[in-house]
């Protein structure tokens, strides 16, 4: 029971995520809490996934150079993902992380253009406004070009929409606008159990909720204004990146669903279909023809190489 408490607690955050991505998060974390070991067929993937993110991520490192910064989003989005990226197995990336590299990108004079790598099916709301921000705030000094290589999901696209421009390849998909969470009510279980579970607490709302008990009516409408506090941050987010009407992003851009690339276009999600190498050769070909036009900015090393070094990524 106590394993499944601790589910329902995790799945009461508000997440930008997809729910199928939330559901294998959660059942991750019921085995943790079991102390199960993961099958051996579950250690496979996990390894091999952490295998296809590391060379991603170097491959991201060695590409960097040439007035282009590229910054790689794979993964589950938190605001600190990185404390638990070698056990999650489906990978995280911290909101922390892609900011400081975002702004040592900014202030790096060899830098002329900044790429985002996504691949995320998106995750916890928190911290995921503030990348946002800086995001929008980098735009108004160099270019940020973003791709879904190949999802960019819920917060990924969250994240994403605040780019210069945003592109997906031709098989990836982008989308997802919306928040949820869930409430899960383990009374009866327990009952059957023979546990009888007593809140004892000091504040009117403190516990409500709260596993133990049926969701009142005034607890759920709650829960339903945090959702859409959420909600309307992510729309008015994606609404000023798109430069588009708010109505727009709330009354199209799939309602909650992903799109492929083809709807997305006509939506007006993002701004081309194109493969990551295309972007990149793009990119560029305009790095090339900006350090033509500015004699005055000199070729130095990047301090993005650095800023991955004392963050500890690749």
Request: glycine share 8%.
């Amino acid at each position: 029971m106590k394993n499944q408490l601790l589910v329902a607690e995790f799945l009461a955050t508000p997440w930008a995520l997809m729910p199928e991505r939330l559901s294998a998060l959660a059942t991750v974390i019921s085995r943790w809490t079991q102390g199960a070991p993961a099958s051996d067929a579950a250690m496979f993937q996990v390894q091999t996934d952490r295998v296809l993110r590391d060379t991603r991520r170097q491959t991201s490192a060695a590409i960097s150079g040439g007035g282009i910064a590229v910054i790689p989003i794979y993964g589950v989005i938190t605001q600190r993902g990185n404390m638990v990226d070698d056990v999650s197995g489906p990978g995280m990336v911290s909101t922390q992380i892609v900011t400081q590299m975002l702004r040592q990108a900014v202030a790096d004079d060899a830098v002329i253009q900044i790429l985002l790598d996504i691949d995320s099916p998106g995750g916890s709301v928190y911290g995921v406004s503030e990348l946002s921000d800086a995001i929008l705030s980098a735009r108004a000094q160099k270019p940020v070009v973003a791709i879904a290589n190949s999802l960019a999901a819920s917060a990924a696209y969250w994240v994403g929409s605040q780019a210069s421009e945003f592109y997906v390849t031709s098989g990836g998909e982008v989308g997802s606008i919306g928040v949820w969470q869930a409430h899960q009510d383990y009374s009866k279980a327990m009952d059957e159990a023979g546990v009888k579970t007593t809140l004892i607490s000091a504040g009117k709302f403190k516990v409500e909720g709260n596993p133990y008990a049926p969701l009142d009516e005034e607890a759920q409408g709650f829960m339903q204004s945090r959702v859409d506090d959420y909600y309307a941050s992510f729309t008015k987010a994606v609404a000023k990146g798109r430069g588009v009407p708010i109505t727009q992003v709330r009354d199209g851009m799939g309602q909650g669903r992903v799109l492929g690339p083809d709807a997305a276009l006509a939506q007006n999600m993002v701004d081309g279909i194109a493969s990551f190498d295309q972007v990149l050769s793009k990119m560029q070909k305009d790095a090339a023809s900006s350090a033509k036009s500015s004699p005055t900015v000199k070729p130095k090393t990047s301090r993005l190489a650095q800023a991955r070094s004392e963050l500890g990524i690749l």
